[in-house]
Antibody
């Protein structure tokens, strides 16, 4: 089955860190750019970050929304079919459901995970 | 950053009626405009990509049109399952951006 499964959401204090994971299955993960989109409670969708097919430290571009630039780092491990979002210096306004989605600037987001909830509160 | 403005914020219609949703971009996005549908407690679902192409499995009553800065999503003859929130998104320039959404509710 083609799917994305997010994990790692939790309650964290302001200033804390969290790492989200997105496990892909049923398709060739390395052939797609990948993206994180978040949705604060009762609010609309906000694009967070995207990574190219070979993106991250090993090469290829990674993109960030201004609201998370310098605090979040997106990476992928194509050998494990997994996408990661390292979130540091978390703020209350980062509280949201975080969705992993297949696609990026070159493609629409045609596959979405069910989301993982991140709550930043003391 | 390209700002997408969706209107109206809420559309109150009855089943069987036609829904017309608008998305306006602050600068041209060409045809790189996407529409999603989201129901409560669910992730968004891709409806339309490249302004007018229906995604796999999307019924023909959904259609998209427009280019440049003005786009429209039309839902012909609303079905009960179509009442949801609809978002547009541009993939023309970084950062990618979404519109604020239009809620289609039952009148």
């Amino acid at each position: 089955e083609v799917q994305l499964l997010e994990s790692g959401g939790d309650l964290v204090q302001p200033g804390g860190s969290l790492r989200l994971s997105c496990a892909a299955s049923g398709f060739t993960f390395s052939s797609y750019a990948m993206t994180w989109v978040r949705q604060a409670p009762g609010k609309g969708l906000e694009w967070v970050s995207a990574i190219s097919r070979s993106g991250g430290i090993s090469g290829g571009p990674t993109y960030y929304a201004d609201s998370v630039k310098g605090r979040f780092t997106l990476s992928r491990d194509n050998s494990k079919n997994t996408l990661y979002l390292q979130m540091n210096s978390l703020r209350a306004e980062d509280t949201a459901v975080y969705y992993c989605a297949r696609g990026g600037g070159d493609l629409a987001f045609d596959l979405w995970g069910q989301g993982t909830m991140v709550t930043v509160s003391s | 950053e390209i700002v997408l403005t969706q209107s109206p914020a809420t559309l109150s219609l009855s089943p069987g009626e036609r829904a017309t949703l608008s998305c306006r971009a602050s600068q041209s996005v060409g045809s790189s405009l996407v529409w999603y549908q989201q129901k409560p407690g669910q992730p968004p679902r891709l409806l339309i990509y490249d302004a007018s192409d229906r995604a796999t499995g999307i019924p023909a009553r959904f259609s998209g049109s427009g280019s440049g800065t003005d786009f429209t999503l039309t839902i012909n003859s609303l079905e009960p399952e179509d009442f949801a929130v609809y978002y547009c998104q541009q993939r023309s320039k970084w950062p990618l951006t979404f519109g604020g959404g239009t809620k289609v509710e039952i009148k």
